[in-house]
């Protein structure tokens, strides 16, 4: 016999079936199901196999706990692996399909692996797999892999959108069970604002699991109806709180598989939720836990609770012969319901004596009570036929002979409550042992946070209830929100004997006389076998324990084994429980998709993309581009060429023989004002900048406070107090921060501002040897003439209105300027200058040209100033100013950072034209064994239009006291060697002379 | 004549997307004809700054970030310190005169007029839009019509300001404007969008 559906009850909605596939059979189930309950109501025993020995599966749970009925769920984008079934909220047309079995899930070949089972113990693999080779383990892992484990992810992109959110609350309640219900009424009433939190599609915790029509399903329905009252309570259904942070901070998923959301219209699948909150109330209720029993996997073998809440909320029956085998009075619930219900049930209780009141209640309904009998043994194989009884008198005595087997299809085990600590655990807070209910309770809790009800050890309905209210009251009144009779909550009166404290007879094993896997996970196949092996080969410790039997690892974490395990551990090594300890709970709580972990940080929105104040221009005008750090760059333009390689020689020819424009708004560029703003400068760089005059320009170089290159650039004076700043487009934000930093902290008296300008000024470099002249052309009334706007010198003018600041300087070693203009002005000006310029045959060039121009001239950028090497390492040495003081100067001294041998700046040439230089070679004298990390490395390369061969900027060891040497430029990603010769990194005009013009 | 150029170009005027069963229930848009100009005072000077700020703009300068001061001249940031940010009509003549009235010995002012694209998000679900990137309690009981706040969305550093309590306007780095509205319009999608016409100079 199988798990069936009962005529009525439960709180499914019947008039609303819903139907889906399981393996390719269409199933019916109803709304209100789970998939997991769904299936047991169709009779469908077998979900899953397992881990290792491929056994069979059925559900074991009704809740995230669920070791065994892991599913996949979607197709192609949309699959899904390892949701638990007993999780996931039956919607129509769900395709669902087991896991972990070939060639299908009746008919699992891989079962084979039970024949090999005496070898596959725990770390089996970290012995058996290790030889003969030295790396035999990379051969053995995919198989071992394939033939083990769970489902797999879909490689198709998922369509469904998935998306982040912020919330910020006074009372927090996660758990919305007779605690977090009385909680957050409690809290609402306060006055607070609150948000309420369950994982469950419904509201109610362990009360959905009560028979309709009982005073506990009443209560549940006037305290939602309580909620709906209230105005600032915000419930959030279908919902897992999977982490707490620092700072009251939980992290929340959000699922919405129920709306069928369409990425069309805009919707989330599923929304990571971050909540900031005053207060923070734990009402996560408790988790049973299984007897560890032979054959304790078996499809049918599922826990008391579970099928109280398989009879009670999905109206399906277990089975019809049922056993139960318990160390509590829990388990008496699901007894008695499911005598009602009219399965003819047979309780087996380890202890002795159990409680009067209830033991009669037993007798009163037909159920078969056998106290002191263990069940030792289920029976059957794909399904169960039976259990094997024996006495039981403690677990220091030993198992009583078969006593006799009976007939059973169900086997419900209880032993005993695990409170979902998880989350009050997450931020280092251990939990402690209880010994009267021989569990572990939260260890405490941070400031603004609380626990409520079974979570802290309360089993009773009425406990549970009295403490949430006051938690609630308590949070709230914390917060400034106080009102009375705010925790008056109305506690139904529990007089069906149930509703007592939890009376357990601790048991942690039930030792077998015959051959039978005792699993104590069931979803990573570990067994009582395993774990005493684990301590006999010396692993003492619970986090060894389960980093070497892989014990509690897996989607379900060990909500169901780990309890068991400690305590196996303990009675191995003669220790207290408590001595032992739990192993560490960290997020998430229950898994989390990676997709919502991303939200919508995905394609386009991955990261912020930066854009020039021209970029819509060079869209219009055939560039394409390239990123660069977060900018978005003209890489090179249509009119030079279909390939970057094609392109870029041609720009490189119209700056080197006429004019072209490029792009320079990505510098930095920063504003610095104020009387003593020479002063600060004077100070950041290694050169002086007290005395440069108004309209003038000086590169400049500022260090690190550790002596090595921070960056450089280009100040310009504006007048007495003012500077206008520029540095490269990879250091803008660092410098702005560094020059922050020296004046809110070690400069606080002088009397400067930056601020940065990035953002509000346009850059357009007019480079070429008729740059004057096509600058002329587009400011025909303004005298550009040497005299008055000399190399590095600077005007301020404008151009119909529209400010300009243009400053003579050069990066790519041609007579050049920089025009700067606000922003939104930036499209109008450049267009401006290139129709004016057009007789000239002026052309725009982009970034490759642009940093391939200044390798010609020998200019250090980014890819020289990796910020390890000094100003003598570029060949700066002497912009030092030997009187001043600079940041840096101190520690530029050290004899780490002046021996001759620094890796420093040279030229390469190559010395083979058919063959690829490649940036980022290791350089090598000829003949020597290309191995480790060479003398240095090639910084830049390009194609030189003006030499007509490929040169490199290099670092190298001793630098030019090689000039006129070979070395060996190897890439040994690609097996690639080049010769080249070693030259001064200045190729073209040494002498300055073009952009002195 | 040179034309200004808007970083919201591309997008500004442009269509919105439906939301859920075809819903409208958002206005994007950018509002344009402003001056930003920054005026930050040397710490042992910054009274007289404020003071003439304040002459100089008909109104008081604000004690914190949050809550922003409506002068008859503009809008008045507090943005630091020593720093206050003001939104004013961009035809005036409030930089000239703020650059003659404050001497350089108490402090410096700056133009950042063309820096800060200034991006709306007007409706009813415009809350819902945002809590999805700021990391802030969006409730008006935290942050008020009127009030503001620096803040940071999609990794780029903003002011949020709250102009009235559906209709929050989000002065993004310049740079990056194209990006937060991409982003913006994205968030907004399932509650259905459309993108306003340009305004000029609105509530400044």
Do not use: C
Request: charged share 20%; hydrophobic share 45%.
């Amino acid at each position: 016999m199988t798990a069936y559906r009962l005529s009525r009850g439960g709180r499914i909605d019947r008039r609303r079936p819903v139907a889906f596939l399981f393996d390719g059979k269409p199933q019916i189930g109803f709304a209100g199901d789970t998939i997991a309950s769904a299936l047991l109501g169709n009779g469908v025993m077998l979900l899953g196999r397992g881990f290792k020995y491929h056994r069979p599966r059925g559900v074991f749970a009704a809740g995230p706990e669920e070791p065994n009925a892991l599913l996949t769920l979607g197709e192609a984008g949309r699959r899904e692996p390892n949701i638990a079934a007993t999780t996931a909220e039956l919607v129509d047309g769900i395709v669902a399909q087991s896991q972990n079995r070939w060639p299908s899930l009746a008919l699992d070949l891989m079962a084979i692996n039970q024949l090999a089972a005496p070898v596959l113990g725990a770390g089996f693999y970290y012995k058996t797999f290790m030889g003969p080779a030295k790396k035999s383990w990379m051969r053995y892992e995919p198989l071992i892999r394939r033939a083990a484990g769970l489902g797999k992810a879909g490689v198709a992109a998922d369509p469904d959108r998935y998306e982040g959110r912020h919330e910020f609350t006074d009372v927090l309640v996660i758990g919305a069970g007779p605690a977090g219900l009385a909680a957050a009424i409690a809290a609402g009433r306060s006055g607070a604002r609150v948000l309420l939190v369950e994982q469950d599609f419904a509201l109610g915790g362990s009360l959905l699991s009560e028979p309709a029509g009982a005073l506990e399903a009443d209560w549940l329905a006037e305290r939602i109806a309580d909620l709906g009252r209230l105005g600032d309570v915000t419930v959030l259904t279908r919902t897992t709180a999977f982490g707490l942070y620092d700072g009251n901070t939980a992290g929340l998923t959000e699922r919405r598989d129920h709306e069928r959301p369409d990425p069309a219209s805009g919707r989330a699948r599923q929304v990571t939720v971050t909540v900031r909150a005053g207060a923070i109330i734990f009402a996560t209720g408790a988790i049973e836990r299984p007897l560890v029993l032979a054959n304790n996997d078996r499809p049918g073998v599922m826990l008391a609770s579970a099928a109280r809440t398989y009879l009670n909320r999905f109206g399906v029956a277990s089975g019809k012969r049922i056993v139960v085998a318990t160390n509590n009075d829990s388990a008496y619930r699901a007894a008695f319901d499911l005598a009602d219900a009219g399965a003819a049930v047979t309780i087996a209780d380890l202890r002795a004596a159990p409680d009067e009141i209830l033991a009669a209640r037993a007798r009163a309904k037909g159920i078969a009570l056998l106290p002191g009998t263990a069940v030792a043994e289920v029976l059957g194989r794909r399904a169960v036929a039976g259990v094997r009884l024996a006495d039981w008198k403690g677990e220091d005595q030993p198992i009583g002979s078969a006593r006799e087997s009976i007939e059973a299809d169900s086997v419900l085990l209880a032993g005993g409550w695990s409170p979902t600590v998880h989350l009050t655990s997450h931020r280092g807070i251990k939990p402690v042992w209880r010994e009267d209910i021989a569990t572990f309770v939260p260890g405490g809790f941070a400031a603004g946070q609380v626990g409520a009800g079974a979570v802290i050890g309360t089993f009773t309905l009425a406990g549970a209830i009295l403490e949430g209210a006051t938690a609630g009251a308590r949070s709230a009144q914390a917060l400034g929100h106080d009102r009375s009779g705010a925790a008056d909550i109305a506690i139904p009166a529990a007089d069906r004997g149930e509703d007592g404290d939890l009376r357990i007879l601790p048991a942690w094993r039930i030792p077998s006389r015959r051959h039978g896997k005792a699993f104590v996970d069931l979803q990573n196949d570990v067994t009582v076998d395993d774990v005493t092996q684990a301590w006999r080969e010396g692993y003492r410790a619970v986090e060894h324990l389960k980093r070497y039997t892989t014990l509690g690892m897996g989607t379900d974490q060990g909500k169901t084994s780990n309890i068991n395990a400690l305590a196996l551990m303990a009675g191995l090594s003669g220790a207290e429980i408590a001595e032992v300890g739990t192993t560490t709970f960290r997020p998430p709580y229950t898994p989390v998709a990676l997709g919502a972990l991303a939200g919508r940080a995905v394609g386009a929105h991955f990261r912020p993309v930066r854009r020039s104040p021209l970029h819509d221009w060079h869209v219009a005008n055939g560039a394409t581009f390239i990123e660069a750090g977060p900018w978005l760059r003209a890489w090179y333009y249509a009119w030079a060429g279909a390939t970057p390689a094609e392109a870029y020689i041609k720009e490189m020819e119209v700056v080197r023989r006429g004019v072209g424009i490029a792009d320079v708004s990505t510098l930095g560029k920063i504003d610095v004002q104020g009387p003593d703003a020479a002063e600060l400068l004077n100070r950041v760089y290694v050169n002086g900048f007290l005395k440069l005059a108004s309209g003038k320009a000086r590169y400049g170089v500022m260090l690190h406070d550790d002596g090595t290159v921070l960056d450089d650039g280009t100040t310009t004076r504006l007048s007495d107090t003012r500077f206008f700043m520029t540095t490269t487009t990879a250091q803008a934000g660092e410098v702005m921060s560094w020059l922050e930093y020296l004046l809110q902290t070690a400069w606080k008296d002088l009397r400067v501002h930056v601020s940065s300008l990035t953002d509000e000024w346009a850059g357009m470099s007019v480079s070429g040897p008729k740059a004057r002249e096509a600058l002329q052309l587009a400011l025909p009334g303004e005298d550009l003439s040497g005299e008055r706007l000399p190399y590095m010198g600077a005007i301020e003018t404008a151009l119909e209105g529209v400010p300009l600041r243009i400053i003579r300087l050069s990066f790519s070693g041609e007579l050049a300027y920089e025009v700067f203009t606000p922003a939104d002005y930036g499209i109008a000006v450049w267009q401006h200058i290139l129709t004016a310029a057009a007789p000239l045959g002026m052309k725009p060039y982009g970034l490759e040209a642009l940093a391939s121009l200044r390798i010609e001239k020998g200019h250090v950028a980014g890819l020289e100033i990796d910020h390890r090497n000094t100003l003598a390492d570029l060949g700066l040495a002497k912009m030092a100013g030997r009187e001043k003081s600079f940041v840096g100067k101190s520690l530029m001294q050290r004899p780490n950072l002046n021996r001759e041998d620094r890796w420093s700046l040279v030229g390469l040439e190559s010395l083979e034209p058919d063959k690829k230089v490649r940036g980022g070679s290791i350089l090598f004298a000829p003949g020597e064994e290309l191995k480790g990390h060479g003398h240095g490395y090639i910084t830049s390369v390009t194609w030189s239009v003006e030499l007509d061969r490929t040169i490199a900027l290099a670092l190298y060891d001793g630098a030019l006291k090689h000039e006129g040497e070979e070395v060996i430029a190897a890439f040994p990603l690609k097996d690639e060697q080049v010769r080249l010769r070693i030259v001064s990194p200045h190729f073209i005009d040494r002498e300055g002379k073009r952009l002195h013009a | 004549m040179l034309e200004r150029t808007s970083a919201l170009a591309s997008v500004i005027p442009g269509k919105g997307k439906p939301g859920v069963g075809g819903a409208i229930g958002l206005q994007l848009g950018e509002a344009r004809g402003f001056a930003l100009i920054q005026v930050a005072g040397f710490a042992k000077a910054m009274g007289k700054v404020e003071s003439r700020l304040a002459a100089l703009t008909g109104g008081r300068v604000p004690e914190n970030v949050r809550i922003p001061v409506q002068t008859g001249a503009g809008w008045v940031f507090r943005t630091g310190p020593e720093q206050v940010w003001l939104v004013v009509p961009a035809a005036g003549d409030v930089l000239a005169r703020l650059t003659r009235e404050i001497a350089p010995e108490f402090g410096v002012v700056t133009d950042l007029s063309h820096s800060r694209t200034r991006i709306f998000i007007d409706g009813a679900r415009s809350v819902d839009a945002l809590k999805k990137g700021f990391p802030l309690d969006l409730s008006e009981a935290f942050l008020a019509a009127g009030e503001a706040a620096l803040t940071g969305v999609h990794h780029t550093p903003v002011l949020l300001h709250r102009v009235t309590r559906d209709r929050f306007e989000i002065y993004a780095m310049r740079t990056f404007a194209l990006t937060v509205w991409a982003w913006l319009a994205d968030a907004s999608h399932e509650f259905g969008y459309e993108v306003a016409s340009s305004e000029m100079g609105h509530t400044v």
